[in-house]
Structure formats: C-alpha cells, structure tokens
C-alpha cells in the first residue's frame, strides 16, 4: 500500500503563491505517476489539477495551464504544486494521489487526507 500526506494549503490573497507538498510512504518502489486534484467544498466530483508520470509529459487541467506547476523529487518521494497568480475559484481541498500497482498486479489510486487552499482578500 501507499499512503500519502499534504501539506501547504493556506488562506492567500488573489494574485498570490502558494506551493502545496504531498510525501509518500510505503510500497513507493510501485508508483508510476503522482498529481494533484482538487475538489469545491459542496461539489462531488475531483477536478484534475495535475497529474506527473514517472516518465513522459505532465498533464494540467485547463484552468490552470501557465499559473500551476508540478514537480517531483522521486529521491525524496515527493510530489509538489507551485500555485501563482492565484484566482478566487482556485478555493478548494486539494487531494495529492499516487498511482501504483499493488502486490497482486492490480492498479490502485492512493489518495491523502486533502489540503485546504482558500483564496480570498
């Protein structure tokens, strides 16, 4: 199994940064591909922020092309969203995720607990 933690997520300003850390632990050697979703209080559906494979080109959701980037330290296990100029509708719990495949050769999505991002003035 993966288990994962976020950290980062704050109150900003509009206009402002803030990069969001998710560390991953357990059977690490298995991920193939981390990211970042994010889900508006209320509604029921995971929006795609991010999405790093091992290898290959990261995918972004559309709303968030040239303001969010993504990284990862594979030495350290991390998976990381740099978040600029920061908009009122960026405001949502941001869910880190690790995909992986699991000693029975099944694929699995690992999610953390969430991080808070609220964006106001």
């Known amino acids: 199994q993966v288990q994962l933690i976020e950290s980062g997520g704050d109150l900003v300003q509009p206009g402002g940064s803030l990069r969001l850390s998710c560390v991953a632990s357990?059977?690490?050697?298995?991920?193939?591909?981390m990211g970042w979703y994010r889900q508006v209080p209320g509604k029921q559906l995971r929006d795609l922020v991010a999405t790093a494979p091992n290898s290959g080109a990261v995918n972004y959701g559309d709303s968030v092309k040239g303001r969010f980037t993504i990284s990862r330290d594979k030495a350290k296990n991390m998976v990381y969203l740099q978040m600029t100029s920061l908009r009122l509708e960026d405001t949502a719990d941001y869910y880190c995720?690790?995909?992986?495949?699991?000693?029975?050769?099944?694929?699995?999505?690992?999610w953390g607990q969430g991080t808070q991002v609220i964006v106001s003035s």
């Open positions: 357990g059977d690490i050697s298995s991920i193939y591909r």
């Open positions: 995720h690790a995909d992986y495949r699991n000693k029975s050769g099944k694929y699995v999505r690992a």
